[in-house]
């Protein structure tokens, strides 16, 4: 075991950093063993499988932005109308006001 307690910032971003690499290493080479296991799985039962690889972050689906709704009367917060209400907008309404009140101008 390293004692990381002796170790300059120097030598512990040289760790990180080797620790990093080898679990790179070590992910892909987990990698390409489960995707032949899962090729060799599929040629016992007479299927053949298309297996994609890319990159996780570029495959993502990002949501389109979604213009403001309704703005805080007392303070810079905005809210889009969508999901949970803000706590804002909840003490608001409880006071007895209406969304409406508070609807962006576009």
Do not use: H
Not at 40 to 62: F, H, M, N, W
Not at 75 to 98: I, Q, V
Request: charged share 25%; glycine share 6%.
């Amino acid at each position: 075991m390293i004692d990381l307690d002796t170790k300059s910032p120097e030598e512990l971003t040289a760790i990180i950093a080797q620790a990093q690499a080898q679990l790179a290493a070590n992910q892909n080479s987990k990698r390409k063993d489960t995707i032949a296991q899962i090729k060799e799985l599929a040629a016992s039962i007479g299927v053949t499988v298309q297996i994609l690889e890319g990159d996780k972050k570029s495959s993502k689906r990002s949501a389109p932005s979604v213009s403001a709704r309704y703005r805080n009367p007392n303070g810079p917060e905005t809210w889009t109308g969508r999901g949970l209400a803000p706590k804002w907008m909840k003490a608001l309404l409880s006071e007895g006001r209406s969304k409406d009140e508070f609807l962006i101008n576009n």
